[in-house]
């Protein structure tokens, strides 16, 4: 699938999460309502709000991957065309996946002068600037400077406590392209890209009832929260005195404060028979992200996310031919990126966190090493062979990781000798990862007499901090056959297989097995479909269907803790299986009509996966007397549908004609269906089935120096949610989709 610049500018896309509702079988969902992105193609996803997780669909802007989901969030802006490729990728360029892969490629300097700015206001106090100048400057250097600032005052939400809106957006960016062609067989392309993203983050909805404790047994004591409380303010008062909690005030709105900057250096040398070809990438991220994962005015479960992120790569490609039939492509991949990353997790109304506030501290660092290649054969009429294989080599390592105490405003880790500041409370693990010896678990169970001190030598002090290191290496692979029985159809068929290396969590834990790595992935896909061209070149209609073989499908999952229930951790699930299919037709029936449709079925099924059930065990709760988590659950999922949504359905119908000799207007719709999107977690968690519904109406003119457009989004009001969780209280947190939007915008041209 591919979209036009200006395609996405007329469907309101403004943040790779957009495409979600235009383009089949892709979903991308934000953890918590944050800035933490699960990018879904074809089923294949890894759900997750860790920072540290690459995903199996990767996300590039020119040509450079983006090797983190939360790297993926700034906005979107003089972008040329966006293409989504599905399946296993890596035998022609970049980083191997098992899911797919976004590329956005953004505009160049262009041959001749060009120049725009545009307007746009909304409702929720919206505005959008941007513009652009390019063009070149001499006979063999040309340039172009483009920029964006969007905000939106007004949130969509309203804080019952505070009635304060939130939500509000402020998003800026700003990109200088440099283009060198000194010979004619040789060109350089600089891309220098910055951003900034000081939006705030939505408040999360409870959609079930549950009651605060406050470790009191008696129930008129609790303090009950029901679906009407809707908050989405920042709690934290107790852990002011806390690195990344010290600018934040009670009631505070959730919000972030991201800073981004990164390089593309693109080089292509015609040597003759071969094509050398260099892509050179660096992106850096400076990352606070604060969020109320609550949605009540107490500290229950209130994170912060301070995360740098670098990330460095290198691609050579050679490229040629042999005869006119044979064309051929080998390069080498080299990939590194570190993180450095401080979670704090205020939880002090919270008895079953122990009224702690807690932080996680690591480092990590990832090295990729590939080599690939990739061959199409014309062996006879009509007939293309595609072969293509990649060796990849990764090794992830993290260092120094550990759960602090970071506040202790009743005394209760103090009394235990665990002082407030520097080490792990997640205990000892076994270097096999065989046992664990978690630190809360020795004193639970070794009897803590509340009432005299506890013997300090009874239970270990704090751990060591947690070091490893995973080595992953892999073959991957496609091979292609393509039928061309005329000059409009192309036939095709194509099996393939995709890795994707382990990792690590990151979560607060209170035992190391939370940080186990967990295995790599592989996935081999079988592909068939057709492309053909209809109606004397007037319409475009693909289609293709497959069928996934998934082996160690990496999934967010929990674990058992006899203190805190259901702990996050990931587990790999041995068998599963994806089957589905896309249909995409542009038509053009008569003039000034356009027509889009697209439709999408993707059906996954466990087929093989003993799981822990979360789930169950938080909606049982921790035993009435003790207060303690006795009882696991474990439930076996073969048979069980994967996460995903079967259909997805999108259209856009679209006329243009003449309103006067020097206007046109253009009337266009656009909507789009999504089936319900089913949750790991349970049917509890399942994402509601929704339509949404956009219009606009424009007026342009004929030779293209200005456009006026009005524009509506989510015309029906459709209520929805693009996220379902829970945390150690609460059973389920939503959060919510857009509501109805509208406003106008003004673009004027200078060429």
């Given at each position: 699938t591919a979209l036009s610049g200006d395609l996405l500018n007329d469907l309101g896309v403004q943040t790779v999460n957009d495409l979600t509702e235009f383009v089949?079988?892709?979903?991308?969902?934000?953890?918590?309502?944050?800035?933490?992105?699960?990018?879904?193609?074809?089923?294949?996803?890894?759900?997750?709000?860790?920072?540290?997780?690459?995903?199996?669909?990767?996300?590039?802007?020119?040509?450079?991957?983006?090797?983190?989901?939360?790297?993926?969030?700034?906005?979107?802006?003089?972008?040329?065309?966006?293409?989504?490729?599905?399946?296993?990728?890596?035998?022609?360029?970049?980083?191997?996946?098992?899911?797919?892969?976004?590329?956005?490629?953004?505009?160049?300097?262009?041959?001749?002068?060009?120049?725009?700015?545009?307007?746009?206001?909304?409702?929720?106090?919206?505005?959008?600037?941007?513009?652009?100048?390019?063009?070149?400057?001499?006979?063999?250097?040309?340039?172009?400077?483009?920029?964006?600032?969007?905000?939106?005052?007004?949130?969509?939400?309203?804080?019952?406590?505070?009635?304060?809106?939130v939500g509000g957006i402020d998003r800026s960016g700003v990109r200088l392209t440099l283009?060198?062609?000194?010979?004619?067989?040789?060109?350089?392309?600089?891309?220098?890209?910055?951003?900034?993203?000081?939006?705030?983050?939505?408040?999360?909805?409870?959609?079930?009832?549950?009651?605060?404790?406050?470790?009191?047994?008696?129930?008129?004591?609790?303090?009950?929260?029901?679906?009407?409380?809707?908050?989405?303010?920042?709690?934290?008062?107790?852990?002011?005195?806390?690195?990344?909690?010290?600018?934040?005030?009670?009631?505070?709105?959730?919000?972030?404060d991201n800073d981004y900057r990164g390089a593309t250096l693109n080089i292509n040398w015609d040597i003759g028979p071969v094509l050398f070809t260099s892509v050179t990438g660096y992106d850096k991220l400076d990352r606070t992200n604060q969020m109320d994962w609550d949605g009540t005015p107490l500290p229950i479960n209130d994170y912060s996310f301070t995360s740098d992120i670098e990330a460095w790569s290198q691609e050579f490609r050679f490229s040629g031919t042999a005869g006119e039939n044979f064309t051929w492509i080998a390069g080498a991949y080299l990939?590194?990126?570190?993180?450095?990353?401080?979670?704090?997790?205020?939880?002090?109304a919270s008895d079953i966190c122990l009224n702690l506030a807690y932080?996680?501290?690591?480092?990590?660092?990832?090295?990729?090493?590939?080599?690939?290649?990739?061959?199409?054969?014309?062996?006879?009429?009509?007939?293309?062979?595609?072969?293509?294989?990649?060796?990849?080599?990764?090794?992830?390592?993290?260092?120094?990781?550990?759960?602090?105490?970071?506040?202790?405003?009743?005394?209760?880790?103090a009394y235990l000798n665990y002082p407030v500041g520097p080490g792990n409370l997640a205990g000892y693990l076994a270097d096999d990862f065989s046992s664990a010896a978690g630190i809360l678990e020795c004193l639970v169970f070794g009897g803590v007499d509340f009432v005299n001190p506890v013997d300090p030598t009874y239970c270990p002090s704090y751990g060591p901090e947690f070091n490893n290191k995973l080595e992953d290496d892999a073959w991957s692979g496609k091979i292609g056959l393509d039928w061309l029985p005329n000059d409009d159809l192309l036939v095709f068929g194509s099996i393939s297989r995709g890795f994707k290396s382990g990792g690590y969590g990151s979560f607060p834990a209170s035992q190391l097995m939370q940080w186990a790595p967990y295995d790599s992935e592989t996935l081999t896909a079988y592909e068939a479909g057709i492309k053909w061209t209809l109606a004397e070149g007037k319409a475009q209609l693909n289609a293709s269907a497959y069928y996934y073989d998934y082996e160690d499908r990496q999934v967010v999952s929990t674990m058992h803790d006899i203190i805190f229930g259901p702990l996050t951790t990931y587990a790999n699930a041995p068998e599963s299986t994806l089957k589905?299919?896309?249909?995409?037709?542009?038509?053009?029936?008569?003039?000034?009509?356009?027509?889009?449709?697209?439709?999408g079925y993707s059906s996954g099924e466990?087929?093989?996966?003993?799981?822990?059930?979360?789930?169950?065990?938080?909606?049982?709760?921790?035993?009435?007397?003790?207060?303690?988590?006795?009882?696991?659950?474990?439930?076996?999922?073969?048979?069980?549908?994967?996460?995903?949504?079967?259909?997805?359905?999108?259209?856009?119908?679209?006329?243009?004609?003449?309103?006067?000799?020097?206007?046109?207007w253009r009337l266009q719709f656009d909507y789009a269906y999504r089936d319900v999107y089913t949750s790991?977690?349970?049917?509890?968690?399942?994402?509601?089935?929704?339509?949404?519904?956009?219009?606009?109406?424009?007026?342009?003119?004929?030779?293209?120096?200005?456009?006026?457009?009005?524009?509506?989004?989510?015309?029906?009001?459709?209520?929805?949610?693009?996220?379902?969780n829970f945390y150690n209280e609460a059973v389920i947190m939503g959060a919510v989709g857009a509501p109805r939007t509208y406003g106008i915008r003004f673009t004027y041209n200078w060429f």
């Open positions: 089949p079988n892709l979903s991308i969902l934000n953890q918590f309502g944050g800035d933490q992105a699960v990018f879904d193609i074809r089923g294949v996803a890894l759900f997750s709000y860790d920072t540290g997780n690459s995903a199996p669909v990767a996300t590039y802007v020119d040509g450079v991957v983006l090797p983190y989901p939360v790297m993926t969030q700034g906005q979107l802006f003089d972008i040329e065309r966006v293409e989504i490729l599905r399946g296993p990728q890596g035998t022609l360029f970049g980083k191997n996946t098992t899911g797919g892969a976004v590329s956005f490629i953004t505009n160049g300097a262009g041959d001749s002068f060009e120049a725009a700015v545009t307007g746009e206001i909304g409702n929720y106090e919206y505005t959008r600037i941007e513009g652009f100048v390019g063009g070149p400057i001499s006979e063999t250097f040309g340039a172009r400077l483009a920029a964006i600032n969007v905000r939106q005052r007004e949130g969509y939400q309203t804080d019952v406590v505070t009635d304060k809106d283009e060198w062609e000194p010979t004619d067989n040789l060109d350089f392309d600089l891309k220098l890209r910055a951003g900034r993203d000081e939006s705030e983050n939505g408040g999360l909805k409870i959609l079930a009832p549950f009651a605060e404790t406050f470790g009191d047994p008696n129930p008129d004591n609790w303090v009950w929260f029901t679906p009407e409380f809707h908050p989405g303010h920042w709690d934290t008062s107790v852990s002011a005195n806390v690195e990344g909690f010290a600018d934040i005030n009670p009631f505070d709105k959730p919000r972030r990939a590194k990126d570190e993180i450095d990353e401080k979670v704090r997790y205020d939880c002090t932080g996680v501290d690591y480092e990590q660092e990832s090295d990729t090493r590939a080599l690939f290649a990739h061959t199409e054969w014309a062996f006879a009429d009509n007939w293309n062979l595609t072969f293509g294989l990649r060796y990849t080599d990764e090794e992830r390592e993290v260092r120094d990781m550990s759960t602090t105490v970071d506040a202790d405003p009743f005394g209760v880790a589905g299919f896309e249909i995409e037709l542009n038509w053009i029936p008569a003039e000034g009509w356009e027509v889009r449709q697209a439709l466990f087929d093989e996966f003993i799981d822990y059930d979360g789930g169950t065990v938080i909606q049982n709760g921790p035993d009435p007397e003790t207060g303690l988590w006795l009882d696991p659950v474990y439930i076996d999922r073969s048979g069980e549908d994967a996460p995903g949504t079967d259909w997805q359905y999108s259209g856009l119908l679209a006329y243009q004609a003449d309103l006067t000799g020097s206007l046109d790991i977690l349970g049917p509890d968690y399942d994402l509601e089935s929704y339509w949404l519904l956009n219009a606009q109406f424009s007026l342009i003119q004929k030779e293209g120096r200005w456009n006026l457009a009005l524009w509506g989004r989510n015309l029906a009001d459709e209520e929805y949610f693009t996220d379902k």
